[in-house]
Structures are given as structure tokens and as C-alpha cells.
């Protein structure tokens, strides 16, 4: 409609009135979806360099050391405007901005995750059958099974040797690099496969990775394709097969990040849930060098699959932080967390058009509408669920009305259907104010997930008034 042109009263009282939500393609200028689209140059190269959450901790370390971040000492008694991180085992960071306000008015926290659904190979994972070398997988957080097969994977993680010394190892990355897959049945014999229920369509103990099929050259030892790869492992990596009992390796998609869509308006990659929230809550205190309430950034590990273990965030990881941040102040952890406001930031489920049973249209969250304001997660009765208070939704709202960051507000699937729950939970068990904020996500779980470019402007936006 011209701006000249004269709206009806129906038309001036509805907007008045009725709740919208716009595509951002109409919301935001050019010149903002140019910025969206500049931001997520950034954002593609972190999720190719951070596939998992070691990964992810060693480049947010790299980034923030440059920003002039510092190793977390106890003993020392940081001023406004200090930068430091503490790094929990390589696996869960957090990055804290002093403020200039005192402790005691608590702080911002920005809590993401940086693990990811992958598959993990078992302790004892090398074999041989039939002259193929395969690994034995034990796959991590919630996937649908058949996804993950015949796709190329590539091999991320650490083996630590008897003798302490710890290997990296990321194979299937580089171009001149060979990848592995999860070989699956040909439809031509897949008859009774086929009639297997989709949940069961591939079985855990098929998730079989192959690796390798030439066999070392001798005609006396059995197994020599396995031998083989042994004998190769320890030429790159000096390692025996008593090593994997001691390791952490995952196969991951060996796909890169790329523009999706002839608009190239999304983002195809591996991993958005829950980096996509990392990446823009690391750029948001980066851009916060002297914030008025300390900010708190918290990238955890193990939310897939229940936050527990030292760097998941049912630990007490974050509690011990602020009670040593606050010691040398004479501030009890407690009163910090009582007057701590925080934003659990991870991904929703977005409307798909193509499966539309499962959303209650009117409550779902939707791609490109902006960051997603979830009150409360959990599903039949709101189970175990936080369930953020009017008053605390009221807070954020104004922040980001007031910021002008474009949101919508989202629930997790039909009454009845949804499930999952967040970090929120863990955040709220000390007392702090807490909201599930984040982006919108098509495919979420799948090796290859989809989310908006202007929603994760829009996200790093949203934190970055947060932090404000
Ligand atoms: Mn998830
Ligand atoms: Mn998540």
C-alpha cells in the first residue's frame, strides 16, 4: 500500500489491535538483509571449523584470544571491561565480559550448546567382514537413523594414548581428504527392510561405517583388511587398536555450509542447532567490550543427549564460575544468580508446509520471522519444562521491541506431540530469570539442517540487546 493512499478504519484498527508476524524479507531494509547476509559469511566458516564441541570451544578460544580474552584465574579480582573465558576439559566454554556494574546485580547469561546429534564410534569400533574394513557406532542424541546412511562422513575427534599424549584427528574435511559412509541396502533387495517401521528402518547396530577394504599383503594372518587399517592408523597417527578404548571419535557429515535456495536467503549445513545460537551469542559479547551488567556466555556440551557429565550443564560448572568470578569481590555466587537475568539460546523447530500435523499453526515458530521466544518447552501438561514468567517475557519483549529486532514467539509441536526441552531448565534451577530464545530451524537433527539468514542476524541481534 502507497503511503499516501488512505487506510480504512478496519485497517487502522487491526493494526492497532491484532498480533502479525512478517516475513523479515518485509521487515527488514536492504541494507539490514545485506548485513544478514555479510554476518553469515562469518557464521558459515565457524561451522566448518567447529563440527564438534572440542572444535567448537578451540576456534571460540582462537577468536576471543584475539578480542584480547584471558585464561579465568580464581584469585584474581577483575575490573570493568576484563575479558576472560574458562574452558571446561576442551568441551563446554564460557566467555565472561566485566560490567560496570557490580556483582551483586547479577549478571546476563547467554547459555547455547555446542554439541551436536553425530555418530560415535564405540570403544572397541574396528572389525572386518566379508573383506570390509567397518566401524561399530553407538550414534549421539536424538537422530532418525535411515538419515545418516549413505552420506559422506568425515572422522573428527581425539585419541589419547596410554601414554597421555592426545591425537587429534579430522580426516574427510580437506579436499584431497577420503571420506566414509554408512552403506545401506539397495531398494532392488530392500523388500523386508522396507516393511520395517520408519523409527527401525535402519537399526543402531547397523549404523556400520565403512573404511576401508584392501587387505595387507600376506597370505598367513586372518583379518588382514583390518590389519591393514591398523597398520595405516599407526603410520599417520602412531596409534594401536587399544587406543580406541581411550578415545572420543565421531563421524560427522562431511558436507560444508552453503547458501540454499535460488534467493540464497538460508543456510544448508550441518550442525545449526546448536551453533547457530553459539556463534551469534559469541559475536554479541565480542561486540559488548564494556557492558553495564557482566555478560556471561556460556557455549555447553551434552545438551543432546540430557546435559549431564562435567561439561554439561546439569553439572555445577557455571554455579562454581560465578561463585569463584564473585569471591574476591565479597559476593556470594547466590545473590549474583538471584539478580541474574538469562537467555537459554537454542534452536526451534520450524513450520515445514510439508508436514503440517505436528505444528499448532498459530503458536509454531516459522523461518524467516525472526528470533523465536519460546516460553516454555516440554509437552503434555508442560512437562519439565521452566516456563518463563509474564514478568520476565514482558522484559524481553521490550528489550527487543525496543531494539527493534524482529520475533515471534514459538512452542515446541502440538500439545500432545511436542517434546524436547533445553538448558532453561538448569539455568532456572539457581534461581535466574530464564527464557528459551533462538532461530527457527527446518530438518532439525538431520545431518543437513536449514535455517534463515536473516533469523541468525536476527539472533545475534537479539543477544547483542541483551547485552546492551
Ligand atoms: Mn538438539
Ligand atoms: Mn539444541
Known sequence: MAENEKKSAAELLKEELVYQTKNSGEVLSDKELEKA??????????????????????????????????????????????????????????????????LENGVRIIASHIDAPRIDLKPRPLY??????????????????YQWTA???????????????????????????????????????????????????????ELNVLVGGRPFRDD???????????????????????????????????????????????????????????YTSIMAALNNPKPAATTVTVLADKEETGSEGPTGLSSDFLRFFIEDLAAPHGVAARTVFRNSKCMSADVNAAFDPTFPDVHEKNNAAYV??????????????????????????????????????????????????GGGGTVAKYISSLGVETVDVGVAVLSMHAPYEVCSKADVYTAYRAFDAFYK
Open 37 to 102: 547476509d555479510l554476518f553469515c559469511e562469518g557464521y558459515k566458516s565457524f561451522l566448518n571449523m567447529a563440527k564438534t564441541e572440542r572444535e567448537a570451544v578451540d576456534t571460540t578460544i582462537a577468536i576471543a584470544r584475539e578480542k584480547g580474552y584471558r585464561e579465568f584465574d580464581p584469585r584474581v579480582l577483575y575490573k570493568a571491561g576484563d575479558k576472560i573465558y574458562y574452558n571446561n576439559r576442551g568441551k563446554a566454554l564460557i566467555l565472561t565480559t566485566m560490567g560496570t556494574e557490580p
Open 128 to 145: 572386518e567382514e566379508a573383506q570390509l574394513g567397518l566401524l561399530k557406532t553407538h550414534y549421539y542424541g536424538g537422530i532418525k537413523k
Open 151 to 205: 552420506i559422506p562422513l568425515a572422522l573428527h575427534g581425539v585419541i589419547v594414548r596410554r601414554d597421555g599424549e592426545a591425537v587429534n584427528v579430522a580426516i574427510g574435511e580437506r579436499e584431497e581428504d577420503p571420506v566414509f559412509t554408512i552403506t545401506d541396502l539397495l531398494p532392488h533387495l530392500g523388500k523386508d527392510q522396507m516393511q520395517r517401521k520408519l523409527d527401525d528402518g535402519v537399526r543402531g547396530e
Open 220 to 278: 598367513k594372518a586372518s583379518e588382514r583388511v583390518k590389519l591393514n587399517l591398523l597398520r595405516l592408523l599407526n603410520e599417520k597417527y602412531g596409534v594401536v587398536e587399544a587406543d580406541f578404548l581411550s578415545a572420543e571419535l565421531t563421524m560427522v557429515p562431511a558436507f560444508k555450509a552453503q547458501d540454499l535456495g535460488f534467493d540464497r536467503s538460508f543456510i544448508g549445513a550441518y550442525g545449526h542447532d546448536d551453533r547457530v545460537c553459539a
Open 368 to 417: 524467516n520471522r525472526g528470533v523465536v521466544v519460546t516460553k516454555y518447552t516440554g509437552s503434555r501438561g508442560k512437562g519439565g519444562t521452566n516456563d518463563a514468567s509474564a514478568e520476565y517475557v514482558a522484559f524481553i519483549r521490550s528489550l527487543l521491541d525496543n531494539a527493534k529486532v524482529q520475533w515471534q514467539a514459538g512452542e515446541l509441536g502440538k500439545v500432545d506431540f
